[in-house]
């Protein structure tokens, strides 16, 4: 690996870094300012930071079905993730919520080979059931595993759960819809605008108490805010010149990394199974990847390539 390359693989170790950095974060900022103002505040703040970061795209640069359908997905997907993590009763909960959330990378290459003409490997269908396997061993709670306990876990606050599995469904198949778009440029800021917008009107809307600003309060605003800001920009640069076989697998590992920081972020303690679970998570999804990378058209990335591990 030359010098330029490498540089660029860096960029987007960082850019991973910051993704994993980033859920715990934003817990955090709903935690100041609730649910749905501190998701409001977050992703307008980000919006600015992605303007001048990334910059804003002429929406002429893409087809008008991408940017009503595509648009949809992106925004339906981030809303419902902010929220799941804002409404969990606790810390722990939004852990587990983000961990829900990671079911999108192996729904991702499940419905790409879905919808090609391909044969899939047989295997596919194990490593999901692997991945989804972890996310209920997860979601069981601290006491152990099994049905009972996931079902009484889940039922103790079915909304956030809800949102966070159908986010990864929302997800995944934007992730499809964006690599089949023709125009290759990159509509995030356009989204994110968007996102903040439909937020706004629900804050609007919505009996949340107004927004009440402290040091504290600002200071983990502007981090969460430049983690995802940040996030987006490294990784549009290490995709013109790093190493992207390297990058799409390690970000396959952000479910263990997203862990990981999450805990020592937000001070919880995560048990053994809790661990196991996010290991059958990060596997199945990385068999997934592997064994069908070859089987999607060659003219196609192996991820999203504007945002792999959301």
């Given at each position: 690996?030359?010098?330029?390359?490498?540089?660029?693989?860096?960029?987007?170790?960082?850019?991973?870094?910051?993704?994993?950095?980033?859920?715990?974060?934003?817990?955090?900022?709903?935690?100041?300012?609730?649910?749905?103002?501190?998701?409001?505040?977050?992703?307008?703040?980000?919006?600015?930071?992605?303007?001048?970061?990334?910059?804003?795209?002429?929406?002429?640069?893409?087809?008008?079905?991408?940017?009503?359908?595509?648009?949809?997905?992106?925004?339906?997907?981030?809303?419902?993730?902010?929220?799941?993590?804002?409404?969990?009763?606790?810390?722990?909960q939004a852990i587990e919520v983000s961990i829900v959330n990671?079911?999108?990378?192996?729904?991702?290459?499940?419905?790409?080979?879905?919808?090609?003409?391909?044969?899939?490997?047989?295997?596919?269908?194990?490593?999901?059931?692997?991945?989804?396997?972890?996310?209920?061993?997860?979601?069981?709670?601290?006491?152990?595993?099994?049905?009972?306990?996931?079902?009484?876990?889940?039922?103790?606050?079915?909304?956030?759960?809800?949102?966070?599995?159908?986010?990864?469904?929302?997800?995944?198949?934007?992730?499809?819809?964006?690599?089949?778009?023709?125009?290759?440029?990159?509509?995030?800021?356009?989204?994110?605008?968007?996102?903040?917008?439909?937020?706004?009107?629900?804050?609007?809307?919505?009996?949340?108490?107004?927004?009440?600003?402290?040091?504290?309060?600002?200071?983990?605003?502007?981090?969460?805010?430049?983690?995802?800001?940040?996030?987006?920009?490294?990784?549009?640069?290490?995709?013109?010149?790093?190493?992207m076989v390297f990058l799409a697998t390690l970000s396959y590992?952000?479910?263990?990394?997203?862990?990981?920081?999450?805990?020592?972020?937000?001070?919880?303690?995560?048990?053994?199974?809790?661990?196991?679970?996010?290991?059958?998570?990060?596997?199945?999804?990385?068999?997934?990847?592997?064994?069908?990378?070859?089987?999607?058209?060659k003219n196609q990335p192996d991820a999203d390539q504007s945002?792999?591990?959301?």
């Amino acid at each position: 690996m030359h010098n330029a390359q490498l540089k660029f693989t860096l960029y987007g170790c960082l850019a991973i870094f910051f993704w994993s950095c980033l859920l715990a974060s934003a817990r955090i900022v709903t935690e100041h300012f609730g649910a749905v103002g501190g998701s409001a505040l977050l992703y307008s703040l980000a919006s600015v930071f992605l303007i001048f970061t990334v910059g804003i795209p002429k929406p002429t640069l893409f087809s008008i079905r991408y940017l009503v359908f595509g648009g949809a997905l992106f925004v339906c997907y981030e809303i419902f993730l902010a929220l799941a993590l804002g409404y969990s009763h606790n810390r722990a909960q939004a852990i587990e919520v983000s961990i829900v959330n990671y079911l999108w990378p192996a729904l991702t290459v499940l419905f790409a080979v879905l919808t090609s003409n391909k044969r899939p490997n047989w295997l596919l269908y194990p490593a999901v059931l692997v991945s989804f396997a972890g996310v209920a061993i997860t979601v069981s709670g601290n006491e152990g595993v099994s049905l009972a306990l996931l079902i009484n876990n889940v039922s103790s606050n079915p909304l956030v759960y809800f949102m966070a599995f159908t986010g990864a469904i929302l997800w995944a198949l934007y992730c499809n819809v964006t690599r089949k778009q023709k125009s290759k440029h990159n509509a995030i800021t356009l989204f994110f605008i968007a996102t903040s917008v439909v937020l706004w009107i629900k804050y609007a809307l919505s009996n949340e108490p107004a927004l009440t600003f402290s040091w504290d309060g600002t200071q983990s605003l502007f981090i969460a805010a430049g983690l995802m800001a940040g996030g987006y920009g490294l990784w549009n640069i290490a995709i013109i010149g790093g190493n992207m076989v390297f990058l799409a697998t390690l970000s396959y590992f952000t479910p263990v990394f997203s862990a990981i920081f999450s805990s020592l972020i937000l001070g919880v303690t995560l048990s053994h199974s809790f661990w196991q679970g996010v290991a059958m998570v990060t596997i199945g999804s990385l068999v997934s990847w592997y064994i069908t990378k070859e089987k999607i058209p060659k003219n196609q990335p192996d991820a999203d390539q504007s945002h792999p591990v959301a």
